[in-house]
């Protein structure tokens, strides 16, 4: 399929390659805080939203932002999906992320929890990792008090956030808990090796570009980017059985198409029953577009059915 027609027009408006490129990490972070949720349409009224802060693995007080979706009713428990926010590691926040978790919460009918983690490259690997595992810890052990069903809390996240969602999962495993009912990639950050066939035809242009991709990776590992294991990079995991069920979406236009395809081929190969499908006419990024490419809502829709059985209490 074509580029959708408003994410083409959107793509027009953006300053150039060089222009990002002239610009440190912490200008970028203080430019998506104020341009994205221009992007992101009319807020989503849902049934309520508290903050709870929680103790990190290091002590350190992580925010963890709830939403219950439109029409909830306290004491039906709902699934619970434990979201990371994207961002590259080092920009975005829950303020930015506030319309799109309100709009995920009602269009699956989660409890959608929103981790506020450390970023890099202040808090490089394992901080932020670290911080959503301790979300994890806290959000299944506080099941009642949020009105979910731990055995329907599952883990999610888009770009950086769905590296953080799949590699919480793979520590999850390795330490023998929480248990994980179901894993949300959505356009997920997967693989340093950024050679792909979707990095060399979407690496320029089309809203994530590649040579800031390779910036985000830099101010997550560091010194560690050569010799990250699979809980940093999760493409690099030597094993991925023992993995909770998993949706992927990617985005047709997205130099990471490629990364999040063959991760769920991976898993499938694995003995883990995953569903990955590719949106057609979006780019990365597509969560924040709802305001400015109504077409980009079908990242909600897609979520929504898929989801759908994991959500069934049974």
């Known amino acids: ?3 959708d027609p408003d994410v083409a027009h959107f793509l027009g408006t953006l300053p150039s390659s060089e222009v990002v490129a002239g610009m440190s990490l912490q200008e970028i972070r203080a ?14 009224a849902v049934a309520a939203v508290r903050d709870f802060s929680v103790r990190g693995l290091d002590g350190h007080s992580i925010t963890v932002r709830a939403y219950w979706p439109a029409g909830h009713q306290h004491g039906q428990p709902r699934a619970g999906l434990l979201f990371a ?8 926040s ?7 978790c309100r709009a995920l919460a009602n269009a699956t009918g989660c ?6 983690y450390r970023l890099a490259p202040e808090h490089r690997f394992p901080m932020p990792l670290d911080d959503v595992y301790a979300a994890l810890c806290w959000s299944h052990a506080s099941a009642a008090l949020l009105d979910i069903d731990p055995a329907r809390l599952m883990v999610g996240g888009d770009s950086a956030g769905g590296n953080l969602a799949a ?5 999850a495993r390795d330490r023998g808990g929480p ?63 023992g993995l909770p069920p998993c949706t992927v979406l990617v985005c047709e236009y997205d130099p990471l198409r490629d990364e999040g395809e063959e991760y769920a081929t991976r898993l499938e190969e694995a003995g ?21 490419a109504p077409a980009a809502r079908v990242l909600l829709d897609r979520s929504a059915v898929l989801l759908a059985p994991a959500l069934d209490p049974g």
Request: charged share 15%.
């Open 179 to 241: 248990p994980i009912h179901h894993q949300l990639l959505l356009y997920p950050a997967l693989d340093t090796g950024i050679d792909t066939d979707s990095h060399r035809q979407f690496g320029q242009g089309y809203y994530l570009e590649t040579a800031l991709m390779q910036r985000c990776w830099e101010a997550y590992l560091g010194d560690g980017l050569a010799q990250a294991d699979g809980h940093a990079v999760p493409a690099r995991a030597a094993r991925l059985q």
């Open 31 to 44: 430019a998506s805080e104020e341009a994205l949720p221009l992007l992101q349409g009319a807020e989503e």
């Open 85 to 92: 926010h994207g961002g590259g590691w080092f920009q975005c």
């Open 1 to 3: 399929m074509s580029l």
């Open 94 to 100: 829950l303020a930015v992320y506030d319309r799109p």
């Open 167 to 171: 590699a919480v999962a793979l520590l």
């Open 111 to 116: 409890v959608v929890l929103a981790v506020d």
């Open 272 to 292: 883990v029953q995953v569903q990955c499908e590719r949106l057609p006419g979006m780019v990365h990024a597509c969560l924040h577009l709802f305001g400015i």
